[in-house]
């Protein structure tokens, strides 16, 4: 390698590199560290990404730095496939609800939300068959002539992941639309209808909700603990959904960033031979705004964000977007835990999905359905203070028009 081919490829690297660090940066970056407007961002990180790019090119022109005999395409062949998993992996498990990149121009929702999916899609769609076409051109480099062993090498995983493919859609379509496990609209008998059911704190009460009759809490250690029927696991999956309204007010404990639990489902699963108890979790993240974050002592309500988020397992979910949980008006937030070929969460907020994420190892995968939380526990600093009504727990994961029929009584004012 000649002096002038090591100094383009540290440039041209350097600059390439912190043009895709700006524009991660751009798509996923929280609110509160951006002094000017995403787009803006973006533009600058594709012209650093476009000037890196043009000493790289001579570099791998004349350069001869591609990997060279069988072991090193080898390698670069494990590389760049891991790269295009890694594409693949971003497209179903963050999507274009988990962007945050605001365009220049005001457009209609359903047409803003027609725009991020085909560039995100478009945008990761051509980096992973970039990367796999890259990958394969350096799989035939590393071995030539492919031999019976190359072959099976090749074949067999691909046989096994379209037999594990066959079995799951078998699995999945054989689960027939049954009913939620849990269903407490408070209306038949409080707190817990016909469910055994235990109060905690001074302020629970049964008061005017959504439809009938809702449940108010008032804020830290005031919660409903519900025993959910004996039989149900999440071998099909779980879906949690409520109808909320809170607040206009936040926990005078409250310092920095905080979490508000509505409710969760305690599953009880077995790790290493002993049981394990896991959650399925709707909350809401309270973030403070940049001119909270340098005041003292800004309690104020209008000082903070209030954003949806969920938690399945140890894996939180939660939208980058301009997602928003205003006071005074009835939300519906519904958790998704699907466990189609691999753990997937999806977040819903009234009938919009606005979140995604996947695991493959932190997510609660079998496990028997045992309780159900409603409101905050002994989280000091994390209270809900508001209504809740219409909970449901569904032993199977709902898909999107269950979703939305389900939150088909659109949020609205009392």
């Known amino acids: 390698m ?4 090591r100094r383009d490829l ?3 690297g350097a600059i390439v590199g912190v043009g895709l660090a700006l524009f991660g940066f751009a798509l996923f970056g929280d609110d509160d560290g951006f002094r000017a407007p995403r787009w803006v961002v973006a533009t600058v990180a594709i012209l650093f990404i476009a000037s890196g790019a043009l000493p790289l090119r001579g570099v ?5 730095v591609l990997p060279s005999g069988p072991y090193g395409n080898a390698a670069a062949c494990a590389i760049l496939a891991l790269l295009a998993l890694g594409g693949l992996w971003m497209m179903v498990a963050v999507g274009p609800e988990g962007i945050a990149l605001d365009l220049p121009v005001h457009l209609r929702p359903e047409l803003e939300a027609t725009v991020r999916g085909v560039f995100f899609y478009g945008l990761m769609g051509l980096f992973a068959a970039a990367c796999l076409v890259a990958s394969l051109h350096a799989f035939g480099r590393a071995l030539p002539s492919l031999g019976h062993t190359a072959v099976v090498a090749v074949v067999a995983p ?23 496990v849990l269903f407490v609209s408070f209306d038949r008998r409080f707190p817990g209808d016909d469910y055994l059911a235990r109060t ?13 009759t809702g449940l108010w809490v008032g804020g830290s250690g005031d919660w409903v603990e519900i025993e959910a029927p004996r039989g149900f696991d999440t071998r099909n999956g779980l879906t949690l959904e409520l109808w909320m309204r809170r607040e206009s007010w936040v926990n005078p404990y409250l310092k ?9 489902v305690d599953l009880e699963g077995e790790y ?17 705004t940049r001119a909270a974050a340098t005041a003292e002592g800004a309690l104020a309500a209008d000082s903070y964000r209030f954003k949806p988020s969920a938690r399945v397992g140890e894996v939180r979910v939660a939208p980058a977007g301009n997602a928003r949980v205003e006071p005074g008006r ?3 937030l519904a958790i998704v835990y699907d466990r189609f070929l691999v753990d997937r969460m999806r977040l819903y907020m009234d009938g919009v999905l606005v979140a995604r994420g996947m695991s493959f190892s932190d997510a609660p995968g079998f496990a028997d359905i045992r309780t159900l939380r409603l409101g905050t526990g002994a989280e000091r600093i994390g209270a809900y203070r508001g209504m809740i009504d219409e909970v449901k727990v569904f032993g199977r994961a709902l898909g999107e028009e269950e979703i939305v029929a389900e939150s088909a009584g659109r949020a609205r004012r009392d």
């Open 2 to 5: 000649t002096p002038g081919v």
């Open 60 to 64: 791998l022109t004349t350069g001869n």
């Open 158 to 180: 691909l046989l096994g992941i379209a037999a594990w493919v066959a079995i799951e859609f078998s699995r999945d379509q054989s689960a027939t639309a049954t009913p939620p």
């Open 256 to 264: 920095g960033r905080s979490l508000q639990t509505l409710a969760a």
């Open 330 to 332: 009835w939300t519906h």
């Open 272 to 288: 290493r031979g002993r049981p394990e108890v896991r959650q399925v979790s709707l909350s809401i993240d309270v973030i403070p």
């Open 200 to 212: 905690h704190g001074d302020e629970v009460a049964a008061r005017q909700g959504r439809v009938g």
């Open 10 to 12: 540290l440039i041209g």
